[in-house]
Each structure stands twice: as C-alpha cells, then as structure tokens.
C-alpha cells in the first residue's frame, strides 16, 4: 500500500486554500453532512416550517353531558309500576321535574325525563286504584 503526501500547504497558493484534502469539505471530518441552520427570529419552542401542521378544525361540537336525573327519572318510573309504586312514583316526577329544567338549559335528556313524569304520575294513580279496591273490597286470594 502506497501513500501519497498531501497537496501543497503553501499558504500563498490559492488553490491550496481553497480545497481540502482528499477532497473533504472544509470543518466536517468523516464526510459527515453539515447540520442545517437554524431559523433566525424563532421564539423558544416553535416548531420550524415542513414540520408537522397544527390538527384541522372539528365543525361537530362536542358531545353533551348526560342528565342523570332524567335516566334516574325513567328508572324509578319503569320499577314504580312492579313494586313500591308509593315511594318511587313521587321520586320519579321530582326527578323528572329536575331533569327537565336541565334539559331546557342544554343538557341532553328531556324526552327520559318527560317519560320519567309520565310514569311517576301513572304510579301514583296505580296506587291510588289498588288502595281504593283493597279498601272497599278487602283484598281476596
């Protein structure tokens, strides 16, 4: 293997100056590439341009939160008419009733909520028609 000595350092050649040797860029050893300058005028934590683009606008609002006053309303009047219609036939108009003002101010619900009172009202009644026929009749096997 043959080595040859680097071209003239003559400092008053310049082609000398001008090229590296074997071909190097000037201040990158190894044929490493340069890293690219960095914008001027940035502010700290700005991502440069050909970066990732912000996400896209969503035209569907978000969705509304639920109103548990009126599926709490709706249950209370779905159960009322199997068993202890007295206590959860006035729970579920009371429910119904709050739910229903939520409703009206923007939260989801109103359609439960009306049903929630419907079925309350239907239980109270269920009640007052076994109450009437227990008591005049008395309650027969």
Known sequence: ???YPPPSQDPSD?????????????????GQQPYPPQPQGQAYGQ???GSMPP???N?????QSGNGLAVAALVCGLVGLLIFNII????A??????????ANRGASGGGMALAGIILGVVDVALFIILLAVITNRGFVY
Do not use: K, N, S
């Open 93 to 102: 108009i009371v429910f119904g009733a709050i739910g229903r003002g939520r």
């Open 55 to 57: 996400p896209p606008y």
């Open 14 to 30: 310049p082609q000398a100056q001008q090229q590296q040797p074997y071909g190097q860029p000037q201040g990158q050893p190894y």
């Open 59 to 63: 035209p569907y609002p978000a969705p």
């Open 47 to 49: 991502q440069p341009y």
């Open 1 to 3: 293997m043959t080595f």
């Open 88 to 91: 959860l036939g006035p729970l």
